[in-house]
């Protein structure tokens, strides 16, 4: 399975920008669908984005359309979340997550991704 490991993440003020990174190794990246998703304290991991391994399709959580952006640059290995307009209910670990399978017909879950990154804290003050 591939490794991943996020990067990019910190304190900003409500309205700011971020932009996390997630370098992948030990596996073909651009075979992996790659998705971030995210937890609150005391919430459970929710799904925020993803984008398919050829780039050519990308999914976004309804709260963070048109703030937040995903891509990838298969020749880097590496997956990046550009975050805009930051609330302070963005205020979460955020995590990368590889499958190898792309969900069409539901939001994607947990158990739909087989490798994880170990998250980055991201905090939006007010």
């Known amino acids: 399975q591939v490794q991943l490991v996020e990067s990019g993440g910190g304190l900003v003020q409500a309205g700011g920008s971020l932009r996390l990174s997630c370098a992948a190794s030990?596996?073909?990246?651009?075979?992996?669908?790659m998705a971030w998703f995210r937890q609150a304290p005391g919430k459970d991991r929710e799904f925020v984005a993803s984008?398919?391994?050829?780039?050519?399709?990308?999914r976004y959580e309804d709260s963070v359309k048109g703030r937040f952006t995903i891509s990838r640059d298969n020749g880097k290995n590496t997956v990046y979340l550009q975050m805009n307009s930051l609330k302070p209910e963005d205020t979460a670990v955020y995590y990368c997550?590889?499958?190898?399978?792309?969900?069409?017909?539901?939001?994607?879950?947990?158990?739909?991704?087989?490798?994880w990154g170990q998250g980055t804290q991201v905090t939006v003050s007010s």
């Open positions: 030990g596996g073909t990246f651009s075979r992996y669908h």
């Open positions: 984008i398919m391994w050829s780039d050519s399709m990308t």
């Open positions: 997550a590889a499958s190898q399978w792309w969900v069409t017909d539901r939001t994607p879950g947990r158990a739909d991704f087989g490798s």
